[in-house]
């Protein structure tokens, strides 16, 4: 059963568009809808929604979309609700719904250091996303204090999580960029590395600094890059050539600019782990002799660990800040409590613990196929009706207020913080984010000043239109709802 993909594989990553993709991506800045003060019956809403969606503009447009009361079976507005979509970032409703019903708010997820008789010791993780360099530190203070000078054999322990490293379904431009790191049973830093730019005089390359010196030593670098006149455009392109070696940096940054930084996911998330422990264990005096990555049954008694924060805080930056790499660690961790089964990999299990979580739930499991947690598969597919189920159904349970707060609030937080500001929506709507080329969705939950609370979902595909004129005329289907009336 394969374990992580090939360095080899991961060493294909090559023409990275970083600034580009990182806009496509995580754009969410469309300008906000004009505000306005006015009323409307739910009779009057199929209508309302129609003129928007019925555009000359939307001619080509696919829209699903879902409007109901939050405690009733009521529809007030359907459109192809019960088809599928690319749901982009929407996903992760499905996947922070079924973990936090598992789980529950206060589930950690801790990584640990063993001692092993000889000198020898073993570090275990299991898939920690907030794991960082002041962790690892804290680890290394514990170790001092047990009275621990010498390591002579480390053991990083990755078999807590099996299978690839990255999702075979996404895309190159994905995965070479810092939104699509590899997950593994060690994730540190959000397993991206990260490089500046800094500009020289004109036509002088730019300097290179590394974040981590470490780094630096991994890679031949062909610096192709060159400092420009002041106010001109800065843009910076990454490549990795074949052999996983050789990065190769082109571009420009302008002479009067700030440094330009580039991030990067980690070829080896196992030996990038390795590197910043050894580093941490200096810091505190304790010398280590050799590493490796294996599976370790001699586990003996614990020195030292380190915990995430609860699963309510990791919710928060999984769904308000839409963070790919907490998604899929969180899909992993919810196989953690299952079987595991020959063939299946880690990520297998956590999908099929999924579904039967929102059964649960009471989510059709016709309305949805998953392929990962985070939503960057092109191969994911959910209706509008799954969506609002899922919505509906973690409302009803008693980790309800958990979950509404991990969502962005309209014109206030996450990717919705410049979002339909100074319009009735700002401040009484949550709700997710999405967006891949030609994939945009919102849901989430209204609280209309005049009429009862409502779940949405709105989704568009197939679209040549820019993402933020879709943005838009979705911003204006959810202020329509904010105004609402019983009449």
């Given at each position: 059963?394969?374990?992580?993909?090939?360095?080899?594989?991961?060493?294909?990553?090559?023409?990275?568009?970083?600034s580009v993709?990182q806009?496509?991506v995580k754009?969410?800045?469309?300008?906000?809808?004009?505000?306005?003060?006015?009323?409307?019956?739910p009779?009057?809403?199929?209508?309302?929604?129609?003129?928007?969606?019925?555009?000359?503009?939307?001619?080509?447009v696919r829209?699903?979309?879902?409007?109901?009361?939050?405690?009733?079976v009521?529809?007030?507005?359907?459109?192809d609700?019960?088809?599928?979509?690319?749901?982009a970032?929407?996903?992760?409703l499905?996947?922070?719904?079924?973990?936090?019903?598992?789980?529950?708010?206060d589930?950690?997820?801790?990584?640990?250091?063993?001692?092993?008789?000889?000198?020898?010791?073993?570090?275990?993780?299991?898939?920690?996303?907030?794991?960082?360099?002041?962790?690892?530190?804290?680890?290394?203070?514990?170790l001092?204090?047990?009275?621990?000078?010498?390591?002579?054999?480390?053991?990083?322990?990755?078999?807590?999580?099996?299978?690839?490293?990255?999702?075979?379904?996404?895309?190159?431009?994905?995965?070479?960029?810092?939104y699509?790191?590899?997950?593994?049973?060690?994730i540190?830093?959000q397993?991206?590395?990260?490089?500046k730019?800094?500009?020289?005089?004109?036509?002088?390359?730019?300097?290179?600094?590394?974040?981590?010196?470490?780094?630096?030593?991994?890679?031949?670098?062909?610096?192709?890059?060159?400092?420009?006149?002041?106010?001109?455009?800065?843009?910076?392109?990454?490549?990795?050539?074949?052999?996983?070696?050789?990065?190769?940096?082109?571009?420009?940054?302008?002479?009067?600019?700030?440094?330009?930084?580039?991030?990067?996911?980690?070829?080896?998330?196992n030996?990038?782990?390795?590197?910043?422990?050894?580093?941490?264990?200096?810091?505190?005096?304790?010398?280590?002799?050799?590493?490796?990555?294996?599976?370790?049954?001699?586990?003996?008694?614990?020195?030292?660990?380190?915990?995430?924060?609860?699963l309510?805080q990791l919710?928060?930056?999984?769904?308000?800040?839409?963070?790919?790499?907490?998604?899929?660690?969180?899909?992993r961790?919810?196989?953690?409590?299952?079987?595991?089964?020959?063939?299946?990999?880690?990520?297998?299990?956590?999908?099929?613990a999924?579904?039967?979580?929102?059964?649960?739930?009471?989510?059709?499991?016709?309305?949805?196929?998953?392929?990962?947690?985070?939503?960057?598969s092109?191969?994911?597919?959910?209706?509008?009706?799954?969506?609002?189920?899922?919505l509906?159904?973690?409302?009803?349970?008693?980790?309800?207020?958990v979950?509404r707060?991990?969502?962005?609030?309209?014109?206030?937080?996450g990717?919705?913080?410049?979002?339909?500001?100074?319009?009735?929506?700002?401040?009484?709507?949550?709700?997710?984010?999405?967006?891949?080329?030609?994939?945009?969705?919102?849901?989430?939950?209204v609280?209309?000043?005049?009429?009862?609370?409502?779940?949405?979902?709105?989704m568009?595909?197939?679209?040549?239109?820019?993402?933020?004129?879709?943005?838009?005329?979705?911003?204006?289907?959810?202020?329509?709802?904010?105004q609402?009336?019983?009449?």
């Amino acid at each position: 059963m394969p374990r992580k993909i090939s360095l080899g594989l991961m060493a294909l990553f090559i023409s990275v568009q970083v600034s580009v993709t990182q806009q496509l991506v995580k754009a969410q800045t469309p300008t906000a809808p004009t505000p306005t003060t006015k009323s409307i019956c739910p009779a009057e809403l199929r209508t309302a929604i129609d003129t928007i969606v019925n555009r000359p503009l939307f001619n080509r447009v696919r829209w699903g979309i879902l409007v109901k009361p939050l405690s009733s079976v009521q529809t007030l507005y359907s459109r192809d609700a019960e088809k599928y979509f690319t749901p982009a970032s929407n996903a992760k409703l499905l996947t922070t719904a079924a973990a936090l019903q598992q789980l529950g708010a206060d589930f950690r997820i801790r990584t640990s250091v063993y001692q092993n008789g000889n000198g020898n010791f073993t570090v275990v993780g299991r898939g920690d996303p907030s794991l960082s360099d002041t962790q690892l530190q804290s680890l290394a203070q514990q170790l001092k204090q047990k009275g621990i000078t010498q390591i002579s054999q480390l053991i990083a322990d990755d078999s807590y999580i099996q299978g690839d490293i990255v999702n075979s379904t996404w895309q190159w431009e994905d995965v070479q960029s810092n939104y699509g790191a590899p997950v593994n049973s060690f994730i540190l830093n959000q397993n991206v590395f990260g490089l500046k730019l800094i500009p020289q005089t004109v036509g002088k390359t730019p300097q290179l600094l590394w974040n981590d010196p470490n780094e630096a030593r991994q890679w031949l670098i062909i610096n192709q890059s060159v400092t420009v006149a002041a106010n001109q455009p800065s843009y910076i392109d990454v490549s990795r050539d074949l052999t996983g070696k050789v990065l190769r940096i082109k571009g420009q940054v302008a002479a009067n600019s700030t440094p330009y930084l580039v991030e990067l996911p980690v070829v080896d998330p196992n030996y990038y782990f390795l590197r910043r422990f050894r580093s941490a264990l200096s810091t505190e005096k304790i010398s280590l002799g050799t590493t490796l990555v294996a599976s370790s049954a001699a586990n003996q008694q614990e020195l030292a660990a380190v915990q995430s924060p609860p699963l309510s805080q990791l919710l928060i930056e999984t769904n308000q800040n839409s963070n790919n790499l907490y998604a899929e660690a969180l899909l992993r961790t919810l196989a953690f409590k299952q079987p595991r089964l020959q063939n299946k990999t880690t990520a297998d299990i956590g999908l099929e613990a999924i579904k039967t979580n929102l059964n649960q739930l009471g989510v059709d499991p016709t309305g949805y196929v998953l392929v990962d947690a985070s939503g960057l598969s092109r191969r994911n597919l959910i209706t509008p009706e799954a969506l609002v189920q899922t919505l509906q159904g973690i409302s009803k349970t008693p980790v309800a207020n958990v979950y509404r707060a991990s969502l962005p609030v309209a014109g206030k937080s996450g990717t919705l913080r410049n979002r339909l500001r100074n319009t009735p929506a700002e401040g009484i709507v949550q709700a997710k984010t999405g967006t891949l080329s030609g994939a945009i969705s919102l849901s989430g939950y209204v609280n209309p000043p005049t009429y009862e609370p409502l779940v949405f979902s709105v989704m568009v595909n197939q679209s040549g239109q820019p993402a933020s004129v879709l943005r838009q005329a979705i911003d204006e289907i959810v202020v329509l709802l904010t105004q609402l009336k019983s009449c």
